[in-house]
Structure formats: structure tokens, C-alpha cells
């Protein structure tokens, strides 16, 4: 017991600092963000596995059952963190759909919030037992929600085109964590099995740390005097593909516009990347789409070929692709769905 108490409070304090290393950073990316919330959720949840194996959790009885329905967030994060090497850069109200799962577990726990210290005592005891069937229950709910999004987190990097091998090896990480975790639950959490969880998961910590830092060590290497430069050339960029509506040119590109706003290639392409975390088309895309969502609202007499045309696409095919991308519906489906 004394190493297991050493290992998962380390796993705890290394997931901790990196968050808190994630949260402090300038200019983070989403990925960065939705990481650092991932390791606060890994730590809360072992967190309440030490507290059971230590037996901490009959001295604050209410602390039970806080942690289960944060386990109904992992899915949904990994979905992020996936998402964000395809075209997820930001949070959105219909992501406030992956809560649902979160907050009907919460509704069904209700009634064990509501219990005093001494019935929690006795739930805990009841919870102790060799196959309770409560803890069958949300065990096995768990397990399923995360493989859905196993899988659906699978089909987007599949879909990559770059960064499908860092996209993998985060998924394969995932993946394992739910091995072990379904280990667990089949041999009713023996000590072994802890001890193999918080191996894997301390590792998984690092490799997760080692990917995303890259990001930081980028920044941090560059000077005061290159990051305020390109935080020069991004508003040149936006002035000219927002303000002036530059993003209607449907023969616009990289080379195109450093040659229009006088400025070297390579350093244009770095401040979109630094300040949107998108690569240039990417970003001219999610502009396009943005405009095409105000006016299939606003316009409803509109044709979508036109629309399509007027934000800068050639085709309609290429259009529907790219707004299907970024706002996971059709043109049509968007405007049914606003107008209804």
C-alpha cells in the first residue's frame, strides 16, 4: 500500500503542475487547453481511487460519488484533442451536446447527494461488496461511453491528412487507459491491476506532456521581437482577408497575398499558425464558412450556389465539402435549421 500511496500521489501531483503549466501559457492552442483540463479530470478521478484504497473516503463520506460523473468528460476530450489536428480550433455551443451524457449521471446521483454522512457510510459499504450491481452499472456505462469515442475519435484520424501519426499514437494512448480500465472492472480492481493503472497512466501523462510542449517550446523560443512581428503581419492578414473582405477572392493563396501585403512567405504561414493554430487554407475556410452561416441565415431567398460563390468557392461541391467540415452539416440542413 505504501507504494501505491507513493505512485498515485505522484500521478496526481505531475498532472496537476501540468496543467497548471498548460492554463498559465500565452496564446494557447485549444489542444493545449483541452489537455490541461484532461489532467485535472486524471487527477480528480485518482484523486478518489486513493481515497478508497486508503479508506479516507469513510471520514468525508460526502466526497462519494463526485468523481463519476467527470469520468463522462474523457470521452469527449479525447474527441477534442483529435479533433484539433482536423479543424477543431475552438469551442462551440453544439459541443454542449457531449454533456449530456455528463449531466444525466449527475441527475441519477442525485438522490445519493442528498443522503446524510452515515447513509453515504452505509452506501459505501453496500458499494464494497463483491458485485454490486450499482457499480456494475456505471462501470460498464463508463467504459461504453469512452469506446464510442474511441471510435469516433478513430474515424477523425482517419480523415487527417497531416499529423495522423501524433493524431495515432495520442489515440493508441487512449485506447490502453480503456484496456486497463476494462481489466479493472473485470477483476474487480485487484491491487495488481491499480498498480498497472497508474504505471500506464503516469506514461501516458509524460508522452502526452512531451507532444504538447512542443508547442510551447516553439514560442518560448522565439524573441520578444518575432512575436510582436508577427502579431504585425496576423493583423495585416485579417485586415485584409476580414475587413476587406479578401477572402471572396477565390484565386487567393499563400503566395498570392505575401506578394499583395509585401511580406516573406514563410513568416506570413507562421503567424496565422501561431495565432489560430490553422494552417493557411484552413483558416481562409473557417473565414468563408463563417459568412456563409450569416448569410444562409440572414438571406433565406438566396440561392446556396450563390452564396457559395459570393464567399470565394469555385464549386458548390467544394463548398458543401468545407462547410460540412467545420460546422458538421450541410448548407441546406444549416439554413432548415436556422429558419425553423
Known amino acids: ?3 501505491l500511496l ?3 500521489s505522484y500521478t496526481i501531483v505531475q498532472s496537476l503542475l501540468l496543467s497548471v503549466r498548460f492554463l498559465v501559457q500565452k496564446n494557447r492552442h485549444f489542444r493545449g487547453l483541452v489537455f490541461s483540463l484532461l489532467l485535472i479530470l486524471i487527477a480528480l478521478d485518482i484523486s478518489n481511487s486513493l481515497s478508497f ?3 479516507v473516503i469513510f471520514e468525508y463520506p460526502h466526497l462519494l460519488r ?3 460523473p467527470l469520468t463522462f468528460l474523457y470521452g469527449p476530450a479525447l474527441y477534442f484533442i483529435i479533433s484539433s489536428y482536423y479543424t477543431k480550433n475552438e469551442f462551440s455551443q453544439k459541443d454542449l451536446l457531449h454533456l449530456i451524457p455528463f449531466a444525466l449521471i449527475l441527475l441519477s446521483l442525485i438522490p445519493v447527494y442528498m443522503l446524510n ?3 453515504k457510510i ?3 459499504n453496500a458499494l464494497n461488496e463483491p458485485g454490486n450491481q450499482q457499480s456494475l452499472i456505471y462501470g460498464l ?3 461504453v461511453h469512452i469506446f464510442i469515442y474511441l471510435m469516433a475519435s478513430l474515424a477523425v484520424v482517419h480523415k487527417l491528412k497531416i499529423n495522423r501519426r501524433s493524431a495515432m499514437r495520442i489515440w493508441i494512448a487512449f485506447f490502453g487507459i480503456w484496456l486497463i480500465s476494462m481489466y479493472r472492472l473485470i477483476f474487480d480492481f485487484e491491487l495488481s491491476s491499480v498498480y498497472l493503472d497508474m504505471i500506464y497512466i503516469n506514461a501516458v501523462i509524460i508522452y502526452f506532456a512531451f507532444i504538447f510542449s512542443n508547442e510551447i517550446k516553439i514560442k518560448q523560443a522565439m524573441d520578444g521581437h518575432e512575436i510582436t512581428e508577427l502579431a504585425d503581419i496576423m493583423k495585416q492578414v485579417n485586415e485584409h482577408l476580414v475587413e476587406n473582405e479578401g477572402y471572396k477572392n477565390n484565386m487567393i493563396s499563400v503566395s498570392s497575398l505575401s506578394k499583395k501585403l509585401r511580406l516573406q512567405k514563410y513568416k506570413l504561414s507562421k503567424a496565422i499558425n501561431l495565432e489560430t493554430g490553422m494552417h493557411f487554407f484552413d483558416y481562409l475556410n473557417k473565414l468563408r ?5 450569416e448569410l444562409l441565415r440572414s438571406e433565406s431567398g438566396k440561392k446556396i450556389d450563390d452564396i457559395s460563390v459570393e464567399v470565394g468557392y469555385n464549386s458548390i461541391s467544394t463548398f458543401n465539402t468545407a462547410f460540412k467540415k467545420i460546422v458538421k452539416m450541410t448548407p441546406r440542413e444549416f439554413r432548415k435549421l436556422s429558419t425553423s
Open 1 to 3: 500500500m505504501p507504494l
Open 6 to 8: 507513493v505512485i498515485t
Open 141 to 143: 456505462l463508463r467504459r
Open 66 to 68: 463526485i468523481q463519476t
Open 289 to 293: 464558412v463563417e459568412k456563409a452561416m
Open 53 to 55: 484504497f486508503t479508506d
Open 122 to 124: 452505509l452506501y459505501l
Open 117 to 119: 454522512g452515515q447513509e
